[in-house]
């Protein structure tokens, strides 16, 4: 079956870095965009980044422009998201997501689009 497996969460103060990664198996990789999503206590589910299934397309929520990168590596069947300049904000589960897109290298911000998920990593940063 298929399974996406986040990982490289934790606590980190405001201003430094982490990197989570998410590992998948059972689904052929490249035919899937990949997008990243959080949830803080309270909040709903919000749209973070997503990457085109060659790598070679990506888009952000505009609250982490220039401060993360998501990539990927199809040799490993992995995306990561590098997080960098964090922010207090920024607390919250990060969930891996899976979409097959119904327009080849079409990339979706809309959750529902999504066909797998993972258990999601949390992160924290502190002020």
């Known amino acids: 079956q298929v399974q996406l497996v986040e990982s490289g969460g934790g606590l980190v103060q405001a201003g430094g870095s982490l990197r989570v990664s998410c590992a998948a198996s059972?689904?052929?990789?490249?035919?899937?965009?990949m997008g990243w999503f959080r949830q803080a206590p309270g909040k709903e589910r919000e749209f973070v980044a997503t990457?085109?299934?060659?790598?070679?397309?990506?888009y952000y929520a505009n609250f982490v422009k220039g401060r993360f990168t998501i990539s990927r590596d199809n040799a490993k069947n992995t995306v990561y998201l590098q997080m960098n300049s964090l922010k207090p904000e920024d607390t919250a589960v990060y969930y891996c997501a899976a979409d097959l897109p119904l327009i080849p290298g079409r990339l979706s911000v809309n959750s529902n689009e999504y066909d797998y998920w993972g258990q999601g990593t949390q992160v924290t940063v502190s002020s």
């Open positions: 990457v085109s299934w060659s790598g070679s397309d990506t």
């Open positions: 059972g689904l052929t990789f490249t035919n899937y965009a």
